[in-house]
């Protein structure tokens, strides 16, 4: 069988603990320069595409907006537009969810971006979460869970319909009137379900690649057949070995189950690099960025995300709390929910004891996200390894500095691939939908 080739991506590392704030390399998360470094170096070292993350709100800690990492980003198309103007081949994606928009409007944003880029935008469709975001909105909070992807399947079905409504030839040129367009070649928008009721036409005619390309995020048994029916890519946390190759299975399983070919939905973890000189050296660096990544007061924060309780009074060198976790204690707004505290307040203790570890120390080990660690040799049999072993497509690089944490990656990683005929040595195509090698 042929080698597989790896895709890459690069996470733009905003307001996350992955990020290191205290670094002095660490730059802005709103400034475009940082966003332009960051996009450059990607397409410097052939990536597939540039990812935004989302959150439409300011995320809350214990009734206060929560600033242990940085706070704030900037919107998603503005930025993608303008990065557009400054890249020539990488893609760029974002992530809308939809929830709380309109599908006219994201499927004309998406429409109008990859127009200004030439054939390179991605759309990452979230259904978000819940009320505590609403808010933000006129709306406020409206749908559970199950119907936030009853919405997104009427979502993605109405935009559908927009992106296909101009027919091939509908924007002639002509010599004597310049661009023009056909009336007769724009088809009319009808759409009546439970979630829309959509009448009208597309404000402009799809882009270079018809539609953007799809990409999921989103685990649960609903999130993952959405994935399946509809998404080009994936980006998923099942990031080790093992973990991959059962997610790789179910999603790849899932797909051929709707009819559709396997290998037209890739499959992204996020990923970790941390590359030094020798094995011992990354080991110590690893260890020292995980510190940055979880201070004592992150520590404290995390595991008040677990026990649902004002944990302040502990100190994060000492053991972990003797009092039990509240089932309900809703103490963060704005992040995933823990599905079950009390059983993982119960792990949480037992790994705490067999080690000897302090709050700190067990909040480094659960929440450990340095995934390849080593030389740029070793990192790049891993990756190798871990995508011919059907773990992953490839990964999403989520550095840990903005925007300098891609750089010796490039440098150093990116050629030892080429080397092994793992990686690309240029872009054989201009849109995103090539670079993933789902056709023009
Ligand atoms: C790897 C991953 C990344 C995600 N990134 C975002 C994000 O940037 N913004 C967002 O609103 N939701 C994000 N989500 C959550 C989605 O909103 C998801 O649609 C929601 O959690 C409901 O999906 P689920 O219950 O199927 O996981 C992410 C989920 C995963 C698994």
């Known amino acids: 069988m042929s080698r597989r080739p790896i895709h890459l991506a690069a996470h733009f590392p905003g307001v996350n603990n992955t990020t290191v704030w205290a670094d002095p390399d660490a730059g802005s998360q709103i400034e475009f320069?940082?966003?332009?470094?960051?996009?450059?170096?990607?397409?410097?070292?052939?990536?597939?595409?540039?990812?935004?993350?989302?959150?439409?709100?300011?995320?809350?800690?214990?009734?206060?907006?929560?600033?242990?990492?940085?706070?704030?980003?900037?919107?998603?198309?503005?930025?993608?537009a303008a990065l557009a103007a400054v890249t020539d081949r990488i893609g760029l994606t974002g992530t809308i969810n939809t929830t709380f928009n309109e599908p006219f409007e994201v499927a004309r944003q998406f429409a109008t971006l990859d127009h200004l880029s030439r054939g390179r935008a991605g759309w990452n469709i979230v259904t978000s979460s819940d009320a505590f975001t609403g808010a933000n909105f006129r709306r406020g909070g409206f749908l559970d869970h199950g119907d936030r992807y009853a919405r997104?399947?009427?979502?993605?079905?109405?935009?559908?319909?927009?992106?296909?409504?101009?027919?091939?030839?509908?924007?002639r040129a002509d010599v004597d009137h310049g661009v023009y367009v056909d009336p007769e070649r724009i088809g009319s928008i009808e759409y009546s379900g439970t979630h829309f009721d959509v009448r009208g036409f597309a404000a402009l005619p799809a882009g270079p690649q018809g539609h953007p390309v799809l990409l999921q995020a989103g685990d649960s048994p609903t999130g993952r057949a959405f994935a399946a029916r509809h998404a080009d890519a994936v980006f998923t946390l099942h990031a080790s070995l093992q973990e991959g190759q059962r997610y790789y299975a179910d999603m790849k399983g899932r797909a051929r189950s709707y009819g559709r070919d396997p290998h037209r939905l890739k499959v992204f973890p996020a990923a970790t690099v941390v590359i030094a000189d020798t094995a011992a050296e990354a080991q110590d660096k690893a260890w020292h960025i995980?510190?940055?990544?979880?201070?004592?007061?992150?520590?404290?924060?995390?595991?008040?995300?677990?026990?649902?309780?004002?944990?302040?009074?502990?100190?994060?060198?000492?053991?972990?709390?003797?009092?039990?976790?509240?089932?309900?204690?809703?103490?963060?707004?704005?992040?995933?929910?823990?599905?079950?505290?009390?059983?993982?307040?119960?792990?949480?203790?037992?790994?705490?004891?067999?080690?000897?570890?302090?709050?700190?120390?067990?909040?480094?080990?659960?929440?450990?996200?340095?995934?390849?660690?080593?030389?740029?040799?070793?990192?790049?049999?891993?990756?190798?390894?871990?995508?011919?072993?059907?773990?992953?497509?490839?990964?999403?690089?989520?550095?840990?500095?903005?925007?300098?944490?891609?750089?010796?990656?490039?440098?150093?990683?990116?050629?030892?691939?080429?080397?092994?005929?793992?990686?690309?040595?240029?872009?054989?195509?201009?849109?995103?939908?090539?670079?993933?090698?789902?056709?023009?």
């Open 152 to 171: 997104a399947e009427e979502f993605l079905a109405v935009a559908r319909k927009f992106w296909d409504s101009w027919a091939p030839g509908a924007v």
């Open 290 to 440: 995980r510190r940055q990544q979880v201070s004592g007061a992150t520590a404290i924060a995390m595991l008040e995300q677990v026990w649902g309780r004002d944990l302040s009074g502990y100190d994060p060198d000492g053991p972990l709390p003797d009092v039990d976790p509240v089932a309900d204690g809703a103490i963060s707004q704005g992040r995933v929910r823990h599905a079950d505290p009390v059983a993982l307040a119960r792990r949480y203790r037992e790994l705490a004891e067999a080690d000897n570890l302090s709050i700190r120390e067990l909040v480094i080990a659960v929440t450990s996200r340095q995934q390849f660690a080593g030389t740029a040799a070793h990192i790049a049999d891993e990756m190798d390894r871990y995508v011919q072993a059907d773990a992953c497509d490839g990964f999403i690089l989520v550095p840990h500095l903005t925007p300098r944490g891609l750089d010796e990656f490039v440098d150093r990683v990116v050629p030892l691939l080429q080397e092994r005929g793992a990686f690309r040595a240029e872009y054989a195509g201009t849109t995103l939908r090539e670079h993933l090698g789902l056709g023009a």
């Open 33 to 80: 320069d940082s966003f332009v470094h960051l996009a450059r170096t990607a397409e410097r070292g052939l990536f597939d595409f540039l990812f935004l993350a989302e959150g439409l709100r300011l995320r809350e800690h214990r009734g206060r907006i929560y600033d242990l990492d940085v706070v704030g980003r900037p919107d998603t198309f503005t930025v993608l």
